[in-house]
């Protein structure tokens, strides 16, 4: 089965500073897909990027990038021009391509903005 | 806003009660996905339909059902209601319930079991 980890349980970061939240996974497959969501105060999950494993290319959304490291399995988020919304609990999540289209979560890293 | 509505926000109930989530996609979704995130267990993934069918189940206890109805919306029934039970369970849906589908989530269902 596979497995999503984040060691960082709480990142807090300056306004308009930059912050990368860290991931690991592991996995036998060979290709995945890798999700970032986000749950600010009101609880709803919200989508920031995905990532395909087949593309070398890292995946970016306006502020947000990755950097997807396949042969270390790791894929953090780098949240660039940090901003007082971007203030919430962010999930890292793996969805194999077999077994349905359920998604692994990790624990969460809870991210402070400080203005 | 995205699209997926889920009602009630909010249920109270005692131990041993059951109780009915229900959830109703974005239009044009076959596919929903229901989760429960509580401080125990964190995100965990329960169950999965696509078009009336069950297609993956996760680690739904005995206790739990789904089913997704004819006009796509699903109802996640919980019976025997523990303490443990209590979380927030979300519901997502997808185009066609591929893996290169995104899931979009709703709002969330807040259990508590007293």
């Known amino acids: 089965a596979q497995t999503v980890t984040q060691s960082q349980p709480e990142m807090s970061v300056q306004e308009a500073e930059t912050v990368t939240l860290s991931c690991t996974y592991d996995?036998?497959?060979?290709?995945?897909?890798l999700f970032w969501y986000k749950q600010p105060p009101s609880r709803q999950m919200i989508l920031v990027i995905r990532?395909?494993?087949?593309?070398?290319q890292n995946a970016t959304e306006n502020r947000f990038s990755v950097n997807f490291q396949k042969a270390a399995k790791s894929f953090s988020l780098k949240i660039s021009d940090s901003q007082l919304g971007d203030a919430a609990m962010y999930f890292c999540?793996?969805?194999?391509?077999?077994?349905?289209?359920?998604?692994?979560f990790g624990e969460g890293t809870q991210l402070t903005v400080n203005p | 806003d995205s699209g997926v509505t889920q009602t009630p926000k909010h249920l109270i109930t005692a131990t041993g009660q059951r109780v009915t989530l229900r959830c109703s996609p974005r239009?044009?979704?076959?596919?929903v996905y229901w989760y429960q995130q509580s401080l125990d267990q964190g995100l965990q993934f329960l169950i999965q339909y696509y078009n009336g069918e069950e297609r993956a189940k996760g680690n739904i206890l005995e206790r739990f059902s789904a089913q997704q109805f004819p006009d796509l919306h699903s109802e996640l029934n919980l019976s025997s209601l523990e303490l443990g039970d209590s979380a927030l369970y979300f519901c997502?849906?997808?185009?066609?319930?591929?893996?290169?589908?995104?899931?979009?989530f709703g709002p969330g269902t807040r259990l508590t079991v007293l």
């Open positions: 997502a849906s997808s185009v066609v319930g591929l893996v290169q589908d995104t899931q979009y």
């Open positions: 999540a793996y969805r194999s391509l077999g077994g349905g289209s359920r998604l692994t």
């Open positions: 239009s044009g979704d076959l596919s």
């Open positions: 990532q395909e494993a087949y593309k070398q």
């Open positions: 996995t036998s497959e060979s290709d995945y897909y």
